[in-house]
């Protein structure tokens, strides 16, 4: 039973529509990925794209020439809208599929390892800033007013 297709990248400049047909998709220049983009800078896994909840969603898989959405380089799952730019190592596409009614494009998903437990609840030292010094006392003594 075939898959329903749930979008498409479409590239910008031209050339074959990719059509979106597995919930889960990774893209790279491997024959073994589901989108095999056959160019000399992209990665051998560049990419992974998720359908979730009638959204698409993107994560680099730590390529050498990253992943871009809008001109934006991600760091961790970014959520697509239709029609969003997506820029695999200098390939751009765009993506093309609908959400459904009522759906919300929900925000960045948190990557879990971008923070230490300790920073995420609040426990984390903060650096540091140095004391300044104080001068030392020119005249000798232990400082503080002298009686004249």
């Given at each position: 039973?075939?898959?329903p297709i749930n979008?498409e990248?479409?590239?910008?400049?031209?050339?074959d529509s990719?059509?979106?047909v597995?919930?889960k998709?990774?893209?790279g220049?491997?024959?073994?990925?589901?989108v095999?983009?056959?160019?000399p800078?992209?990665?051998?896994?560049?990419c992974?794209?998720?359908?979730?909840?009638?959204v698409w969603?993107?994560r680099?898989l730590?390529?050498?020439n990253?992943?871009?959405?809008n001109n934006?380089?991600?760091?961790?799952?970014k959520a697509l809208?239709?029609g969003?730019?997506i820029?695999?190592?200098?390939r751009?596409?765009?993506i093309?599929?609908k959400?459904?009614?009522?759906a919300?494009v929900?925000h960045?998903?948190?990557d879990?390892?971008?923070?230490?437990?300790l920073?995420?609840a609040?426990l984390?030292r903060q650096p540091?800033?140095?004391?300044?010094r104080?001068?030392?006392?020119?005249g000798?003594?232990?400082g503080?007013?002298?009686?004249?």
């Open positions: 039973m075939p898959h979008g990248l479409v590239p910008v400049g031209g050339g990719i059509p979106l597995r919930p998709l990774v893209l220049r491997r024959e073994s990925c589901d095999c983009l056959r160019f800078n992209i990665s051998g896994q560049h992974e794209l998720t359908f979730k909840d009638g969603f993107i680099d730590g390529s050498t990253g992943t871009k959405v934006d380089r991600i760091q961790s799952t809208r239709p969003d730019e820029n695999i190592a200098k751009i596409y765009k093309q599929y959400l459904p009614a009522g919300q929900p960045e998903e948190e879990i390892t971008s923070q230490s437990l920073e995420k609040g984390a540091r800033s140095p004391q300044p104080r001068p030392a006392n020119p000798g003594g232990w503080g007013d002298e009686d004249e």
